[in-house]
């Protein structure tokens, strides 16, 4: 009988060296979907920045940190970094659309805000858009920009229509649901560029809407069309989000494990994941079992493995799980200007973002990336920590992909190759539930995390015989696709 697939996806791989053994064979997927199941199950609600998951995941990783042995980052026990927020509060009460024909619609029970205006109001020509199930265009002759757009469209396309509707510049989009939509307080910071207003309206206040603007309502359970409808009567409404901003305070997890050699163990190589998710919105909960669920199970496999095994490295290993990245990197930017070790003394980092599935598209299937992985930004400033990952690899077997190089920005790792720090980004790929409430525990690929986390785990052995990997900073550059080494027979 022939192996499976999933059995033999990282089989061509050299024996791992016998003193590094103990602590990689504790890395099982028995305990990474263990870990999955709490991070990304329902008493964290997703995770949210500044949301109630959140503060209960961050403790309970500590907990695990404390359990494994990890020693807290801070003198007086503390894991936690904190890292100040700003939360935006909807004044509920005082929310509304007033549109033509005298109708008011309350934001009680009717509108659900996930994000808001800089201002306490906006006026714009009301559109209503019915998005089919399949892709679309918005026609050159119809203006969305600075609009309150109120959309239908099913799970299966929602992704692509709000994104689709949002890059028009809407001032506002509302997608209709059934049931009455929640409003959720928005984490935001100071710097943060406006957000056009988004969230759901209930599909009786639509109606009311439609009615009190001479179209015919659509009611609950009508189907989708063929084609993109798009219906505008060509009259304003003003939409009032007034919201009272509050500061509050989110933590980055941060364990260490110090250094076997007291000459080196000043030094640190950094392992990262961000610990966030979308959380509750007004449409529901995002639990966020890739993203990133399966990272932060990763790392911490890690810190476990490390503290299993005999062998220690000499250089120190700092783990952090970074707060805010969902909404702009906002933890590792923190970290990094205040970092609780010195940057200069970081040799490299290690960033786990999304490695629990199998990248698929129209393109490919998830059945042909069984055994690939993107590893991204090793080769920003230099090849020489590729180069330490690749050998790494010889003992895992990953097929690795490099076409993502443009997503190097887009996580914790770039903050600090910002700052000099060689750095890494491991990237199992995107997939249909990329940042949809699809996003669970039973569509994961745990061999895939074990692997990530086994990989890691042998590159910090590597990355602390070769010492620190500096770099010049400057834009990423695009980098030619190669093949993945292969060992010599």
């Known amino acids: 009988m022939c192996a499976s697939p999933l059995l033999a996806q990282f089989a061509d791989v050299q024996p791992c060296p016998e003193d590094l053994q103990l602590g990689l064979d504790s890395i099982t ?17 997703g995770r949210g920045t500044g949301q109630k998951g959140y503060k209960k ?27 100040p927020l700003q939360q935006k509060v909807p004044i509920i009460e005082e929310c509304h659309i007033r549109a033509a024909g005298g109708v008011t619609i309350e934001a009680d029970g009717n509108i ?78 100071a710097t943060q560029v406006p957000m056009a207003i988004k969230g759901n309206i209930s599909s009786t206040a639509v109606d009311r809407l439609l009615v009190g ?12 069309p063929s ?16 919201v009272r901003v509050r500061p509050i305070e989110v933590p980055n997890v941060i364990g260490v494990i110090p250094g076997s050699d007291p000459n080196l163990r000043h030094e640190h190589i950094v392992i990262g994941s961000h610990l966030d998710h979308i959380g509750i919105t007004s449409g529901g909960t ?81 059945d042909e990336n069984e055994g690939s992985i993107h590893l991204i930004g090793a080769r920003q400033g230099g090849n020489t920590l590729h180069d330490v990952i690749l050998d790494a690899n010889e003992h895992i077997g990953f097929r690795f992909e490099f076409d993502e190089e443009s997503i190097f ?21 995107f997939h249909p539930d990329y940042h949809q409430q699809t996003d669970r525990i039973d ?20 990355a602390d015989e070769h010492g620190p990997f500096p770099v010049v900073f400057q834009p990423p550059k695009k980098i030619q696709p190669i093949q993945t080494r292969k060992r010599d027979n």
């Open 286 to 366: 995002y639990r966020g079992a890739d993203d990133n669920g399966s990272g932060c199970s990763a790392v911490l496999s890690i810190a476990k493995a490390l503290m299993t095994n005999r062998k220690r490295p000499k250089r120190s290993v700092v783990f952090i799980f970074f707060a805010a990245e969902e909404i702009g990197l906002v933890g590792s930017n923190y970290y990094c200007q205040r970092p609780v070790l010195p940057l200069q003394d970081v040799t490299c980092m290690l960033n786990i973002d999304m490695v629990g599935r199998n990248e698929s598209s129209a393109k490919e299937t998830a």
């Open 57 to 83: 995941a961050a403790h309970w990783v500590a907990g695990k940190l404390a359990e494994y042995g990890v020693e807290p980052i801070y003198s007086d026990g503390s894991f936690f970094q904190s890292v």
């Open 112 to 189: 659900g805000f996930d994000t808001y205006s800089s201002k306490p109001s906006v006026l714009g020509n009301l559109i209503f858009i019915r998005c089919p199930n399949e892709r679309f265009k918005i026609p050159p002759s119809v203006i969305l920009r600075d609009a309150i757009v109120i959309y239908w469209a099913e799970d299966s396309t929602l992704k692509y229509a709000s994104q689709k509707i949002e890059s028009h510049q809407p001032a506002a989009l509302l997608r209709v649901v059934n049931g009455s939509p929640q409003s959720i307080n928005q984490p935001t910071f």
């Open 227 to 242: 084609e993109v409808e798009i219906m505008n009567p060509r009259s304003s409404v003003s939409l009032a989000n007034p």
């Open 213 to 224: 603007s001479g179209l015919q309502p659509i009611g609950e359970g009508a189907a989708s």
């Open 409 to 429: 920005d887009r996580s914790d790792q770039y903050n600090f190759y910002r700052k000099g720090v060689g750095s890494a980004f491991l990237f199992g790929g």
């Open 29 to 45: 997927t028995e305990q990474i979907k263990s870990l999955v199941s709490v991070l990304a199950g329902p008493h964290f609600e």
């Open 443 to 462: 569509r994961l690929n745990f061999k895939k995390i074990q692997a990530a986390a086994r990989l890691y785990y042998l590159t910090v052995f590597a």
